[in-house]
C-alpha cells in the first residue's frame, strides 16, 4: 500500500514512499509553481508528470485506514481524555459568554449603554490575543496538566467575581483579565491532542471536543436563562445576574484541581497504558509527523513568517465574526422580537446550538470519511452567511428570525472544528505550539471587534440589522479564502 506526502514551499514537493518501514524506495517529483492550482508541466516530462499529479490528487483525498490493531488503543484514549476535556471546554465557552445573557438584567441595574455592553463583552478578546502565544509555549515547557490546572482555575474565579461589577471600568478590567486567563487553553488542548491522535483523525476527535461549543448554548442558555428568573427577587442580597455568574464560575475552579489527577502530559506517562500500547503508538505518531510537509515551519519566527499561516488565521477570524455575534447578541435578537421572559428566551437560544450540535457531528464523520476538508467549511460558511442574512431581514418575525439564527448558527459554529484540520498540512510538531494560537488568537480578534459592531451599530441605528449584513460579509469572505488554500495540501 503506497502513501503519498504533499508538501507546499513556492510549489508543490510530491513524495511517494511504501508504509512499510523496511521498504526503502522513494520517488521524488518536484513541480515548481506559482499558484499551487496551476502547475506547469515541463515537456520532455509531461506525460509522466500529468499522471503523477493525476495519482497525487486522487490519493490526496482518500483517507487512510489506521493501522491493524490501533482500533482498541484509539477508543481507550478517547474515553479518557474527551469526556473531561469536553466538559472542561463546555465551561470554558460559558464562562466566556454567559454576558449575553448576564446583559438582560445587569445593564438595567448598573445603567449601562449597548456599547459599553460591547466593549466589555469583547474586550475579553484583547487579553485573550495578547497571551495565546505566550501561554501555549509555557504549556510546552511546563507540561499540559499543571498548566491547563493553573488556568482553569484562574479563569474560574475571575469570571465568579464578575458578579461585584459595579462600573464599566471594573466590567472591562475583569474581562480582560479573563481572556489572558483563557487564552491558553484551546490552542493547548488542540496541541495537546496531536500528541495522542495522528492526523487521519484528527477531524473526529477534534469535532467531538469542539461540540462543547453548542452544546454549551443548549445547556447554558435554558440555565442561565432559569437562574435570572428564580434569583430575580435578590435572593442573598444578589441580583440574577449575579447568582449567574456565581454558579457558573465556581465549577470550573473544580474542573481545574481535577486536571491533576485525571491527564497525562504525554503518551510515556500515561499510567493507563500498557507498554505495548505506548510503543506502537509512539511508532505511529513518529510516522505521521515524519509524513508532515518538508517545507513546514520549524520555528517560531518562521511561523511569524508564513503567509499560510495568516491565511488561515483570516479565515478563522471571518468563521468567529459569525460565532461570536451569534454567543453575544441571540438572546437580545430573541427579546427584540417580542419575547421579555428569562426563561423562554432560554430555552428558544437552545434550539440554534441543539441543531449546530448535531450538524457538527455529521459534517465532522462526513469530512474523516471522504478525506475532503475544503468544501466541508466552505458550504456551513456559506449557510452561516445566508442565516445571517434571512434574519436581519425579518427581525420582527420572531419565527423566522429564529429560523435564520438556527441556519446561521450551525453554519458558523460547525465551521470551528472543521477548519483546525486544515493546519495540519502546514505546520510540524516544533511549530505548533506557536503557529496553533498565532492562528486562534488572530482569530479570537473578532471576538473583540463582533460584540462591538454589533453593540455600536445597534445604539447608532437602534437595530442590529446592519450589523448582521456586515458579519454575513465576513463569513463570504472566509470562504472564498477557504477556496484559496491548496485541496492537495489539506485533504487526505
Not at 478517547?78 to 445593564?107: E, H
Not at 509524513?291 to 488565521?313: D, E, I
Request: positive net charge.
Amino acid at each position: 500500500m503506497r502513501k503519498l506526502d504533499i508538501c507546499i514551499k513556492s510549489g508543490l514537493h510530491f513524495r511517494t514512499h511504501r508504509q512499510h518501514p523496511d521498504d526503502d524506495s522513494v520517488k521524488t517529483l518536484t513541480l515548481e509553481c506559482v499558484d499551487p492550482q496551476m502547475v506547469p508541466v515541463p515537456r520532455h516530462w509531461g506525460r509522466l508528470a500529468h499522471r503523477l499529479l493525476e495519482r497525487a490528487m486522487t490519493q490526496a483525498t482518500r483517507p487512510l485506514p489506521p493501522p491493524d490493531g490501533m482500533g482498541p488503543t484509539y477508543r481507550k484514549i478517547l474515553w479518557r481524555l474527551i469526556p473531561f476535556l469536553f466538559v472542561c471546554n463546555l465551561f470554558n465557552y460559558l464562562d466566556r459568554v454567559n454576558v449575553g445573557f448576564a446583559k438582560l438584567q445587569m445593564l438595567r441595574d448598573l445603567g449601562m449603554s449597548q456599547t459599553v455592553y460591547g466593549l466589555g463583552a469583547g474586550i475579553f478578546f484583547i487579553g485573550y490575543l495578547a497571551c495565546g502565544v505566550p501561554s501555549n509555549l509555557i504549556l510546552q515547557r511546563i507540561g499540559a496538566r499543571r498548566w491547563v490546572a493553573i488556568m482553569m482555575v484562574s479563569w474560574g474565579l475571575l469570571s465568579t467575581c464578575l458578579l461585584f461589577v459595579r462600573t464599566p471600568a471594573g466590567f472591562y478590567t475583569l474581562r480582560l483579565l479573563t481572556g489572558a486567563a483563557e487564552a491558553g487553553f484551546f490552542p493547548g488542548i488542540l496541541l495537546y491532542l496531536t500528541r495522542w491522535f495522528p492526523r487521519d483523525r484528527h477531524g473526529r476527535v477534534t469535532t467531538v471536543f469542539m461540540s462543547a461549543i453548542p452544546i454549551s448554548g443548549v445547556l447554558g442558555g435554558p440555565l442561565s436563562g432559569w437562574i435570572l428568573g428564580y434569583f430575580s427577587a435578590g435572593q442573598g442580597g444578589l441580583a440574577g445576574w449575579q447568582w449567574m455568574f456565581l454558579l457558573q464560575g465556581l465549577p470550573t475552579v473544580l474542573l481545574g484541581n481535577g486536571v491533576w489527577f485525571l491527564l497525562s502530559d504525554g503518551v510515556q506517562e500515561a499510567s493507563w497504558l500498557n507498554p505495548q500500547e505506548k510503543q506502537a503508538l509512539a511508532r505511529v505518531l513518529a510516522d505521521d509527523e515524519a509524513g508532515k510537509p518538508a517545507g513546514a515551519s520549524t520555528s517560531l519566527r518562521a511561523v511569524l513568517c508564513n503567509p499560510a499561516v495568516w491565511l488561515l488565521g483570516t479565515v478563522y477570524f471571518c468563521i468567529q465574526s459569525g460565532v461570536y455575534a451569534i454567543n453575544f447578541w441571540l438572546p437580545s435578537i430573541i427579546q427584540d422580537s417580542g419575547v421579555t421572559d428569562p426563561v423562554r428566551i432560554g430555552l428558544m437560544s437552545a434550539i440554534p446550538y441543539l441543531a449546530a450540535a448535531v450538524f457538527m457531528v455529521l459534517m465532522g464523520r462526513s469530512a474523516d470519511r471522504r478525506g475532503e476538508r475544503r468544501w466541508h467549511l466552505v458550504i456551513p460558511l456559506l449557510m452561516g452567511a445566508a442565516g445571517l442574512c434571512i434574519a436581519a431581514s425579518v427581525t420582527d418575525n420572531l419565527g423566522l428570525a429564529l429560523f435564520g439564527m438556527t441556519l446561521a448558527t450551525m453554519g458558523a459554529v460547525s465551521g470551528l472544528p472543521l477548519f483546525w484540520p486544515l493546519t495540519n498540512g502546514f505546520l510540524t510538531a516544533a511549530a505548533a505550539a506557536g503557529g496553533l494560537a498565532l492562528i486562534n488568537s488572530t482569530g479570537q480578534v473578532a471576538g473583540f471587534v463582533s460584540p462591538y459592531l454589533v453593540g455600536w451599530i445597534k445604539d447608532t441605528t437602534h437595530s442590529t440589522q446592519l450589523a448582521l449584513y456586515v458579519l454575513a460579509g465576513a463569513m463570504l469572505l472566509g470562504a472564498a479564502l477557504v477556496l484559496r488554500v491548496p485541496a492537495c495540501a489539506v485533504n487526505q
